[in-house]
């Protein structure tokens, strides 16, 4: 089993950062993709942010020069830099990954952190 925490969430104003962690434990062997997921009220999970083993990194457009995903391979660990932040934001954050393995097996996810951006 893998367990995934995020930590770092929280009420900020616009315009400002936060940086979410999350740190992967358990049976994690050859992690393949690491993702930042977001859920707002009313609206479907949307992917943020993803990287690579290989560190290529992918972003939604609307995070796009604003977001910075990150990882830490020995530790098991990825973060988002969230800069300038806007009211839009504001969501619960997912952090999950992939692993590569000979049988399909379906993404980790962690339990969520809030991060609500006031205007």
């Known amino acids: 089993q893998v367990q995934l925490v995020e930590s770092g969430g929280g009420l900020v104003q616009a315009g400002g950062s936060l940086r979410l962690s999350c740190a992967a434990s358990g049976r994690v062997f050859s992690i393949n993709t690491m993702n930042w997921y977001r859920q707002a009220p009313g609206k479907q999970r949307e992917l943020v942010a993803q990287i690579t083993s290989g560190g290529s990194t992918n972003y939604a457009d609307s995070v796009k020069g604003r977001f910075t995903i990150s990882r830490e391979n020995a530790k098991n660990m990825v973060y988002l830099q969230m800069n300038k932040l806007k009211p839009e934001d504001t969501a619960v954050y997912y952090c999950?990954?992939?692993?590569?393995?000979?049988?399909?097996?379906?993404?980790?996810w962690g339990q969520g952190t809030q991060v609500t951006v006031s205007s």
């Open positions: 999950s990954l992939t692993v590569v393995s000979a049988t399909p097996t379906p993404p980790y």
